[in-house]
């Protein structure tokens, strides 16, 4: 048995939509019966860690719109998704807050054995802007310093596992790992949380050997885009990896025996530190039902898996 969590946004019911749409008047409790299904879920599937399934979020970076001299500016594409954010421009130099943030933006019902994930901050500055910083090098290290209080925040909460979403990392061909590092310096120094950073939306096949030099506790992949054969080239014996062999791309179903060969093959070939399964990044992207049979099919995954 090895662990699991899942990160990201979590699909929105049909339901939940419409009310969404039309503002009813029970719209703050479908939000919350609907969380609560989410979590309960991932509890019953029994996985390691468990998430909060953000369906309040607008986007990943919506929560952060309300920091001081921070103000929304225009709607922008995620990546190569049918789906859109909206670009955060940070105009003055005091939007670091005391830190609390992504922890308010929480549900209170999430257990003791709980995870989450904010945005890494090379990302975070690669998709939005800055009028107060003008060079990339800048604004990143600021970003990183405002996320370092949230972080800090969410370990006091008890938050035992800080997932750093890195789809920028993925998707650009060409990226500053000296810039990268220092971001992430920033985050994990003396940090009493384990970090694991997420890369997907772009293989990064050939990115491993610098990626494998970061200062975070493990590593997360999407193997529908890095194939699993360039992981498998490299020793994880220091770090944690997770396997993002829930695929959030369609609504096929995982079958749970193929996918726990599939771990232990690439655990047996990288001998990994530890060794955890997650999705491949938001379950946003299928619908309510297939959601909830990919966490149980995680859980089984999870369960079946040899330790390392």
């Known amino acids: 048995m090895i ?15 419409e009310a969404t749409r039309k503002n009813t008047e029970n719209l703050p409790s479908l939000f919350q019966k609907e969380t609560e299904e989410y979590i309960t879920a991932q509890t019953n599937a029994n996985l390691g860690f468990v998430s909060d399934p953000l369906l309040k979020w607008d986007d990943i970076y919506r929560p952060f719109s309300n920091l001081e ?20 421009s940070f105009d003055g130099p005091n939007f670091i807050n005391g830190g609390n943030t992504v922890q308010s933006n929480l549900d209170s ?6 995870t989450v994930a904010v945005p890494e901050p090379f990302t975070f500055a690669d ?9 990339k090098e800048d604004f990143t290290i600021n970003i990183a310093k ?12 008890g938050f035992d596992i800080i997932q750093l979403l890195a789809p920028s990392i993925a998707y650009n061909k060409e990226v500053d790992f000296g810039l990268i590092s220092d971001g992430l310096k920033i985050l994990t120094d003396g940090l009493e949380a384990k ?8 293989d990064v096949s050939s990115k491993i050997e610098s990626l494998l030099g970061l200062p975070v506790s493990g590593l997360g992949f999407d193997i529908t885009t890095t194939p699993v054969s360039s992981i498998e080239k490299h020793s994880f014996a220091d770090k944690i990896l997770s396997v993002g062999i829930i695929n959030s791309f369609n609504t096929a179903i995982e079958k749970p025996q193929e996918c726990i060969q599939q771990v232990d093959e690439i655990n047996a070939k990288t001998k990994p530190k530890e060794s955890y399964v997650s999705n491949n990044f938001d379950l946003e992207y299928v619908p309510k039902e297939f959601a909830m049979n990919k966490i149980s099919a995680l859980g089984e995954i999870a369960r079946g898996a040899k330790d390392v």
Do not use: C, Q, W
């Open 146 to 157: 405002m996320l370092r209080a949230e972080i800090d925040s969410l370990v006091a909460d």
């Open 127 to 135: 998709r939005h802007i800055s009028k107060e910083f003008k060079t």
């Open 3 to 17: 662990s699991s969590y899942t990160f990201g946004i979590y699909p929105r019911s049909e339901e939940l939509i």
């Open 109 to 114: 019902s999430l257990p003791k054995n709980k």
């Open 195 to 202: 970090t694991i950073l997420h890369t997907y939306f772009g």
């Open 69 to 88: 001299s921070v103000n929304l500016s225009s709607l922008n594409r995620i990546y190569e998704m049918n789906t859109f954010y909206r670009i955060l």
